[in-house]
């Protein structure tokens, strides 16, 4: 089971960038994908999910309006559009799974929620 996350980058605020967490191992078809962000000297916080079914999507307060999350079953891919960037939004991302919930469901709390994470891409926004 592995989930890599690439498409990180450097822009200037107001950009945008596409994320995507390509999984393999397993299909995705099952599991909840989560988006976390770590940046420098805080701690990992939740900024989207979406259900294994597709019709459930949670966004943090701080990305409401400027991220979009999406998924594509079969190319076992999820997205993480983000418009709008800020230098706020600077940090490491990783996507995570998780199969245990309801086809509809997805959390954006504790870490510890998912099961399965990949490694991060670093985001850096410039002012």
């Known amino acids: 089971v592995q989930l890599q996350a690439f498409g990180g980058g450097l822009v200037h605020a107001g950009g945008s960038l596409r994320l995507s967490c390509d999984i393999s191992g397993f299909s995705l078809t099952h599991y909840a994908i989560g988006w976390f962000r770590q940046a420098p000297g805080k701690e990992r916080e939740g900024v989207s999910c979406?259900?294994?079914?597709?019709?459930?999507?949670y966004y943090a307060d701080s990305v409401k309006g400027r991220f979009a999350i999406a998924r594509n079953n079969a190319k076992n891919t999820v997205y993480l559009e983000m418009n709008g960037l800020k230098p706020e939004d600077t940090a490491l991302y990783y996507c995570?799974?998780?199969?245990?919930?309801?086809?509809?469901?997805?959390?954006?709390?504790?870490?510890?929620?998912?099961?399965?994470w990949g490694q991060g891409t670093l985001v850096t926004v410039s002012s």
């Open positions: 979406i259900s294994s079914r597709g019709d459930g999507r």
């Open positions: 995570a799974a998780e199969s245990s919930w309801s086809v509809h469901s997805c959390r954006l709390g504790a870490v510890t929620d998912y099961s399965y």
